[in-house]
């Protein structure tokens, strides 16, 4: 069996003392992983960093074998490797897809947020990139949240907060007393101008809620991958050192 694909790589872990086994999230075959000979070279091991975009080429004898990979580098990413907080961000993207995806299942539209996301990771002020592309894991997880009007009253206007059993926005006015017990909803998640500080950490308390929810299965109790946490303490020290 054989097919050809593009996709970033998510990880790379050593097979013997010269190959590797590397995890690739793809357009076409999503997260697939295969032995690459020779992996564990100087050569290969430029290549074979997390973000890198390649061509592959999987083979096997038989579709449920893990198989090997022929790669060929399409795009660095190695300048994310020399910044502590794009480095952050790009094992919090590796590491959610890892535990949040099946392997061998296609996830096209979640593919293409993730290599935008991985290209923003390169310009300065990509939290806010970050936490929609959350919201669209979610939504490819079955967990979609509405902010889009209040699920009291309809508007669309003065949206504040999320029912944290829903997922649906509320305006501040229907929120009335129940407003304690609801999610804070950061204008940044709106898309509607610059994000401060407290709204992205907002925008994280706000999407690990529902993603907690929706990994429960898979996370048997454990918390969200560490990865994630040490961007947000990254973020969090960031901000009070200014």
Same mark, same amino acid.
């Given at each position: 069996?054989?097919?050809?694909?593009?996709?970033?790589?998510?990880?790379?872990?050593?097979?013997?003392?010269?190959?590797?086994?590397?995890?690739?999230?793809?357009?076409?075959?999503?997260?697939?992983?295969?032995?690459?000979?020779?992996?564990?070279?100087?050569?290969?091991?430029?290549?074979?960093?997390?973000?890198?975009?390649?061509?592959?080429?999987?083979?096997?004898?038989?579709?449920?074998?893990?198989?090997?990979?022929?790669?060929?580098?399409?795009?660095?990413?190695?300048?994310?490797?020399?910044?502590?907080?794009?480095?952050?961000?790009?094992?919090?993207?590796?590491?959610?897809?890892?535990?949040?995806?099946?392997?061998?299942?296609?996830?096209?539209?979640?593919?293409?947020?993730?290599?935008?996301?991985?290209?923003?990771?390169?310009? $300065?002020?990509?939290?806010?990139?970050?936490?929609?592309?959350?919201?669209?894991?979610?939504?490819?997880?079955?967990?979609?949240?509405?902010?889009?009007?209040?699920?009291?009253?309809?508007?669309?206007?003065?949206?504040?907060?999320?029912?944290?059993?829903?997922?649906?926005?509320?305006?501040?006015?229907?929120?009335?007393?129940?407003?304690?017990?609801?999610?804070?909803?950061?204008?940044?998640?709106?898309?509607?101008?610059?994000?401060?500080?407290?709204?992205?950490?907002?925008?994280?308390?706000?999407?690990?809620?529902?993603?907690?929810?929706?990994?429960?299965?898979?996370?048997?109790?454990? $918390?969200?991958?560490?990865?994630?946490?040490?961007?947000?303490?990254?973020?969090?020290?960031?901000?009070?050192?200014?």
């Amino acid at each position: 069996m054989e097919w050809r694909d593009q996709g970033a790589v998510i990880s790379v872990r050593p097979q013997g003392e010269t190959s590797a086994i590397v995890e690739v999230f793809t357009h076409a075959h999503g997260l697939h992983a295969g032995v690459v000979r020779g992996g564990a070279s100087r050569r290969m091991a430029a290549v074979l960093q997390p973000g890198s975009q390649v061509d592959v080429v999987w083979q096997a004898r038989l579709s449920e074998q893990i198989g090997s990979f022929k790669v060929e580098p399409l795009r660095s990413r190695a300048a994310l490797l020399s910044d502590r907080l794009n480095l952050a961000g790009l094992n919090a993207v590796c590491a959610m897809l890892r535990a949040a995806l099946p392997d061998r299942e296609s996830h096209p539209n979640l593919y293409a947020r993730s290599i935008a996301l991985l290209d923003a990771l390169e310009t $300065p002020g990509w939290p806010p990139d970050y936490l929609r592309w959350e919201l669209a894991l979610l939504e490819e997880l079955g967990f979609a949240l509405d902010l889009s009007r209040c699920a009291i009253t309809g508007s669309r206007e003065d949206l504040a907060y999320v029912s944290p059993k829903t997922g649906r926005a509320v305006n501040r006015d229907a929120a009335g007393d129940w407003a304690g017990r609801l999610l804070p909803l950061p204008a940044v998640l709106l898309g509607q101008g610059p994000a401060s500080p407290v709204e992205i950490a907002q925008g994280f308390a706000l999407t690990g809620h529902f993603l907690n929810r929706a990994l429960e299965p898979t996370l048997n109790g454990k $918390p969200l991958p560490e990865a994630r946490a040490r961007l947000l303490g990254i973020l969090a020290r960031d901000q009070s050192a200014q």
